[in-house]
């Protein structure tokens, strides 16, 4: 049985819809032609004016950061079940969700952040985040391993001294071509002799990290005709980081 749809939804879905129509069906064709003249030019990863010029119609609108679904330093926060039937609607336009700032993989990274971050990590990364200022990627899949299962990662996070480092080979990392992607959360293991669901911890890595100690290489970006698809493939092979972790 379905539950019914909450009054705060579907007063959430009546703006939503109507900016649809003003805003988002009426300027699909135009985000292609941008995303058309990004390609001729040899890089589809470059900024969208159109979404840009959209996200504070959207802010201003209310529609923004509803994924979130705790409240976040009084900002109030939307359950799952109440986000379902919005996801629903921006599901029928591939580029919306960056819009109202809800597109992946930001939304599960806030997320993440939010729960476990510290106060300073969330004044570094999660402020502009919400704020749609940054994006972010998450790093878990690898080519060497079955990734489906979270337990067969093979990349290393090892302490020493105030840093991490990071040993492994990523990819399909969504959004890591963009060029505003400025933080990665990167999965490994941290306590290999722990019992077998207990040994990984994610650590934060700015993206600047990779260059600066030339450890972190582009492997390039696969794109899809249409849209600049998000599968930066990554190598980490002894990047060090400061000491930002988050989650386990
Ligand atoms: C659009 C898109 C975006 C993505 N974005 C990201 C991202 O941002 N970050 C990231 O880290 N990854 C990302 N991925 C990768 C995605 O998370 C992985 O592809 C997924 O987890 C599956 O892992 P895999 O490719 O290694 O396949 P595998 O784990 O090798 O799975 C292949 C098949 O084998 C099956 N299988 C696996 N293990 C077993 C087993 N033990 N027994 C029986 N069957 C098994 C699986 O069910 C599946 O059918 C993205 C993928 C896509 C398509």
Not at 36 to 42: K, L, M, S, Y
Not at 147 to 170: H, L, M, W
Not at 221 to 244: F, K, N, S, Y
């Amino acid at each position: 049985m379905f539950a019914e749809t909450s009054p705060k939804t579907l007063e959430l879905l009546q703006r939503l819809r109507q900016f649809f129509d003003e805003h988002i069906y009426p300027n699909e064709e135009r985000y292609y032609r941008e995303m058309d003249a990004f390609r001729r030019q040899g890089n589809a990863w470059q900024v969208s004016p159109l979404i840009e010029e959209l996200k504070p119609l959207a802010r201003a609108a209310g529609l923004w950061n509803m994924f979130l679904p705790h409240d976040h330093r009084g900002v109030p926060g939307i359950s799952n079940l109440d986000y379902a039937p919005l996801c629903e609607v921006m599901g029928r336009v591939s580029w919306s969700g960056e819009v109202f700032n809800c597109s992946a993989p930001d939304t599960g990274n806030m997320e993440t952040i939010e729960r476990y971050g510290t106060e300073a990590q969330k004044d570094q990364w999660l402020e502009p985040l919400l704020a749609g200022e940054i994006r972010s990627g998450f790093l878990m899949t690898e080519p060497a391993v079955a990734s489906s299962d979270a337990t067969n990662i093979q990349c290393t996070i090892r302490r020493e001294g105030d840093e991490y480092v990071i040993n492994g080979r990523k990819w399909f990392s969504s959004g890591a071509g963009s060029p505003r992607c400025t933080i990665f959360i990167i999965m490994g293991k941290t306590d290999p002799g722990a019992p077998r669901h207990a040994q990984q911890s994610m650590v934060l890595v700015p993206r600047d990290t990779a260059g600066r100690h030339g450890a972190a290489a582009p492997l390039g970006v696969r794109l899809r005709r249409r849209t600049p698809r998000p599968h930066g493939g990554l190598v980490g092979e002894r990047a060090r980081t400061g000491g930002q972790h988050p989650a386990r």
